[in-house]
């Protein structure tokens, strides 16, 4: 079987960025997946120029970000190959037509199930790709003196609730790991004690493992471009776990997920781990912890959020 790489390579290939709702539009058959969001797709920085025949891309909510994306899968498709992309209309749908235009692109659309879709050959003449590269690539921030990336969490302040939790978090110890790492910026607090001896930084954006192994350059520390819910990722006998569990998937709020990670970090936990996180008020975490972990303490509340401590 070919890999991603040799479909790359061979003109012809069909690019998918995203997975769009079949009941939306149709998908290409035997695409090459592009999405940093899916781990193990392939970059969509990675084609060269002109090398796919055509690319179907459920276009990022944040225009720095689907400027960016909509930029680099327009470079990569031939002249003449066709260019889709689609977004709901609340999550930047309405903008898409404006914006490949200023790409230098012939734009048809249509709106379908609260999306709009807009269709196009992809034109011999590109313009405006430069300026939308330099916006949405990966940059240190000033702000934060961190590498980040637009689309990445909160990707250019820090978060509210984890600048709760550093501010609550105790000196940590042994082995563990950060769901949902980010750029680092947690895990930069859990790295100042001495006694962490193994740390693996955990994220299904792969933007953000990228950043984050430009911020963090230290031995005890593996990075892992993975989906925490998948149980073929190893993680066994931890003494700690810290979280800023994701509370959206695919732009919807789903409160499964949080809860997910919450079980997952019981099921990594040896006996008498401890599990801290930071969690928005709103969400119900009580009783999911309360039936995983031996001990749950709310250590603060404040500004819509929770840090909780749970051994278990």
Known sequence: MASDGDKIQNMGAAGLYGMPAAKVIDLPADAVQFSPLIPGASALESPGEATLA??????????????????LALRAVKPGGAFTALAPNDRGGT?????????????????????????CARPTELTGLDEALANGAQRKVKDLDLWSQAGVFSWDRID?????????????????????????????????????????????DQRAIQAAQRNIEDPRVRFLWADVRDPKIELTDLDFVVMNAPFHD????????PQRFVERAAQA??????????ANR?????????????????KTQASGYKIYEAHK
């Not at 039936?291 to 709310?298: D, G, I, N, P, Q």
């Open 54 to 71: 055509s690319m179907t891309m459920l276009a990022p909510p944040g225009a720095l970000e689907r400027r960016y994306a909509m930029a």
């Open 95 to 119: 903008r898409l037509r404006k914006e490949l235009q200023a790409f230098g692109c012939t734009v048809d659309e249509t709106a379908r199930r609260h999306h709009r879709i807009v269709t």
């Open 160 to 204: 509210p609730g984890t600048a709760m939790l550093i501010d609550h978090l105790p000196s940590l110890s042994g082995r563990g790991a950060d769901f949902g790492c980010g750029i680092g910026i947690l895990a930069r607090a859990v790295l100042a004690s001495a006694r962490v001896k193994q740390f693996a930084l955990i994220d299904i």
């Open 250 to 257: 695919g732009g919807e709020e789903d409160r499964n997920l």
């Open 269 to 278: 936990l040896h006996n008498g781990g401890v599990c801290w996180l930071t």
């Open 282 to 298: 709103h969400l119900p975490y009580e009783a999911v912890m309360k039936s995983l972990f031996k001990r749950v303490e709310l």
